[in-house]
């Protein structure tokens, strides 16, 4: 996972983000895409599909490998990037993109500007990292799959934090001011400061521990826990007050383990004032102090809170229970289901394909209708006992012609997409066993 480049980018045809969108697409489904797959769901008018696909290896946006079954091609942490980059880009949301200026267990922060020129953080999700794996352990973005992508997992990341961020910032706490999200990137607004961390002297040391308590008491009364409150998660701006970032580790104060983290962020914040500025206090916010007045882990589901704790908590507060009445898309937050506007011209060509298709199966049918038709006619009017008419319904005969038109021109598809220039597994594995029987003939048949 090196640096990201982005110099390449500008040198990138529709075409490659075409394909780069097909692999990504088969990847819902497959470890590995095959050439065949990635050249059906590209559907480019004039092919040449494996040379982009050589190409994008080239400049590691793809990986090619060989598995066991089959080979084929994976995404890249960079051509997840690259993919995000554009869809931001098109959106007019970014317009440059700049240097690097953190790096966390689970991310990179980058600073980047939108086309008025205004500088914004730009916060790409690096799950899988070799000292972040127990991803199952810390966090609960598996919930009931047995395994998924690192890619997939770092995009849930994002979805949860961009949630996070724009229910905070509604709320009129410190954090930053989200601006858009895409697949596993995050852009926000640029904060100004220094990391607490960072900090060495500090002239009101009293009143930067009250504002931290208060702030943990106002995230609790809220109906959340920030799970990471910390030096590294804090930072100072230009007049010495906290903003706080990193939100996908929060949780519901409903959570089993809820007084657990609750405890752990204010003994971080008091150990790190007895040991940078020699600075005790007895006084601390207490899980008992915790005085609920909103339910923003219920708007954004937070890890731990189920519905029947949205409807009991909706009762209390006095607020309207739309559980009842609305259905499940209702409940989860327009956040989560924000539509990205990137064009999948795969959908759109394989969608024209079809249509071309069932114009044909229609022109068709009609042609074999009138012949039946006239046919029946003819027999209806002899006086024949044994009549020829068709017992078959019309629209039987459609249904059957329908499928075998549609099946012809499917295989006609198969046919133009065959991958060329790249030994598959099968044809592998039979050239593996030709050889070791030639060799061996020599020790059987002396």
Not at 87 to 100: D, E, H, M, P, Y
Not at 191 to 204: D, K, P
Not at 293 to 306: I, K, M, P, Q, R
């Amino acid at each position: 996972m090196g640096k990201l480049n982005v110099s390449i980018m500008r040198y990138l045809t529709p075409e490659d983000f075409r394909v780069l969108t097909a692999i990504e697409m088969g990847m819902k489904n497959h470890e590995l895409v095959p050439a065949a797959m990635a050249a059906s769901i590209a559907n480019l008018q004039h092919g040449g599909v494996n040379k982009i696909l050589r190409e994008l290896c080239k400049h590691r946006l793809l990986s090619y490998e060989r598995g066991k079954r089959y080979d084929g091609y994976r995404l890249t942490n960079s051509g997840y990037d690259y993919l995000a980059l554009h869809s931001l880009t098109k959106r007019n949301v970014i317009a440059s993109f700049g240097n690097q200026v953190g790096v966390g267990k689970e991310s990179n922060i980058y600073t980047v500007a939108d086309p008025e020129g205004e500088q914004l953080c730009l916060k790409l999700h690096r799950l899988g990292r070799i000292c972040f794996r127990k991803v199952t352990e810390k966090r609960d973005y598996h919930k009931h799959r047995k395994s998924a992508s690192w890619l997939y997992l770092s995009r849930i990341s994002a979805t949860k934090e961009f949630a996070y961020l724009k229910a905070l910032y509604e709320r009129k706490f410190p954090v930053p001011k989200p601006v858009d999200f895409n697949r596993h990137c995050v852009v926000m607004e640029l904060i100004q400061g220094t990391l607490l961390n960072h900090v060495q002297v500090l002239e009101n040391i009293e009143t930067l521990y009250d504002d931290l308590m208060n702030l943990i008491i106002r995230f609790a009364d809220s109906g959340v826990i920030h799970g990471d409150f910390n030096e590294f998660n804090i930072i100072l701006n230009a007049e010495g007050k906290p903003i706080v970032i990193d939100f996908p580790q929060m949780i519901s104060t409903e959570h089993p383990n809820a007084e657990y983290y609750f405890n752990r962020d204010v003994n971080c914040i008091k150990d790190f004032f007895k040991k940078r500025f020699s600075f005790e206090s007895e006084l601390f916010p207490k899980f008992s102090d915790i005085d609920r007045e909103d339910n923003l882990d219920a708007e954004v589901e937070c890890s731990g809170f189920t519905k029947e704790m949205a409807k009991h908590i909706n009762r209390e507060l006095g607020c309207e229970d739309s559980n009842d009445s609305s259905s499940e898309e209702d409940n989860v937050p327009d956040v989560l289901h924000e539509k990205h506007i990137a064009s999948n011209n795969a959908t759109l060509t394989y969608v024209f394909d079809q249509l071309q298709i069932k114009n044909k199966c229609d022109e068709a049918i009609e042609d074999e209708t009138n012949s039946i038709s006239d046919h029946s006619s003819d027999n209806f009017c002899s006086k024949s006992i044994l009549s020829t008419t068709s017992t078959i319904p019309p629209d039987e005969i459609k249904k059957r012609l329908r499928k075998q038109l549609a099946s012809k021109e499917k295989r006609q598809q198969r046919k133009k997409c065959v991958a060329k220039g790249e030994a598959s597994a099968v044809t592998r594995s039979r050239r593996e066993n030709s050889n070791a029987i030639k060799h061996s003939q020599g020790v059987w048949f002396d």
